[in-house]
C-alpha cells in the first residue's frame, strides 16, 4: 500500500495495514522466529491461496520479508522487517487484553449477565 493511500486516521493505518485476521496471526507467529510457508500454512491453518495473499500484501507493505535460499530447491523464509517488530507491543498488548476479555465472560456467564 503507498502512503498516499494510508488513512489520516492512525488506527484506520493499523487496520488497513494488519487488520486482516490471518495477517496479525502471521505478525504473531513470525515474532518468535524465521518460518517457512508451510510451517506458517500449518501454524495458521488457513489456506494456501489466502496465506499467498496475506504474505504478498505484507511484503508490499514492508512487514515482511520474504528471503529464498539458493542453496535448497523450493526453499523460502518468512520473517519480520524493523517495521514488522514495530508491531509487537500491540500483539502483546491484544494477547493480554483477549485473556482478560475471555475471564470477564466466563465470570458473566457464570453469574447470568
Known amino acids: 500500500m503507498e502512503y498516499k493511500e494510508l488513512s489520516t486516521n492512525p488506527v484506520a493505518v493499523v487496520l488497513q495495514l494488519v487488520g486482516a485476521k490471518w495477517?496479525?496471526?502471521?505478525?504473531?507467529?513470525?515474532?518468535?522466529?524465521?518460518?517457512r510457508f508451510?510451517?506458517?500454512?500449518k501454524n495458521l491453518?488457513?489456506?494456501?491461496?489466502?496465506?499467498?495473499?496475506?504474505?504478498?500484501?505484507?511484503?508490499?507493505?514492508?512487514l515482511i520479508i520474504r528471503e529464498v535460499d539458493?542453496?535448497?530447491?523450493?526453499?523460502?523464509?518468512?520473517?519480520l522487517t524493523d517495521i514488522g517488530y514495530t508491531l509487537k507491543p500491540v500483539i502483546e498488548s491484544m494477547q493480554k487484553w483477549?485473556?482478560?476479555?475471555?475471564?470477564?465472560?466466563?465470570?458473566?456467564?457464570?453469574?447470568?449477565?
Open 38 to 41: 508451510c510451517e506458517l500454512k
Open 70 to 79: 539458493e542453496r535448497e530447491v523450493n526453499r523460502v523464509e518468512y520473517y
Open 98 to 113: 483477549g485473556k482478560e476479555y475471555k475471564k470477564l465472560r466466563k465470570l458473566m456467564e457464570r453469574y447470568g449477565k
Open 45 to 62: 491453518g488457513c489456506t494456501a491461496k489466502v496465506l499467498t495473499a496475506c504474505l504478498k500484501e505484507m511484503e508490499e507493505d514492508g
Open 23 to 35: 495477517k496479525i496471526l502471521i505478525i504473531k507467529n513470525l515474532l518468535e522466529k524465521e518460518k
